[in-house]
């Protein structure tokens, strides 16, 4: 089992996530961030730090993100490591619980 950055990320990129993880499995893209599944030892501290509730265990993912799980290991592989929180967009806030962010993903 791996933990999962869903669309509610994208445009939010809120890093609270980042500063928990004890073994630097985020990688940051321009407007989301992506977990590494190999990376990843499922420790659960990143799931209750996003204040936008984008981060899932792999098992409960909602039937419509399921497709983040690959996504996330793609991007992952492409995005450097993001070890440290940092300044969320100035916007994100505006972003957070909008649907349908998908086609707003920068690569």
């Known amino acids: 089992m791996t933990f999962v950055v869903t669309e509610n990320c994208i445009k939010c990129k809120y890093t609270d ?7 630097d499995c985020f990688h940051e893209g321009p407007n989301f961030l992506a977990i590494n599944p190999e990376e990843c030892i499922d420790c659960t501290l990143c799931e209750p730090e996003c204040p936008a509730e984008a981060i899932y265990s792999e ?11 690959e996504l996330n290991e793609e991007l ?10 940092k300044e969320g ?11 349908n962010k ?4 920068e690569r």
């Open 59 to 69: 098992d409960d993912l909602p039937e419509n993100q399921v497709y983040f799980t």
């Open 89 to 99: 967009p100035a916007d994100g806030a505006d972003w957070d619980g909008k649907p």
């Open 76 to 85: 992952s592989k492409i995005w450097p490591v993001l070890a440290e929180k």
């Open 102 to 105: 998908f086609e707003l993903l």
């Open 17 to 23: 996530c980042v500063d928990v993880c004890p073994v």
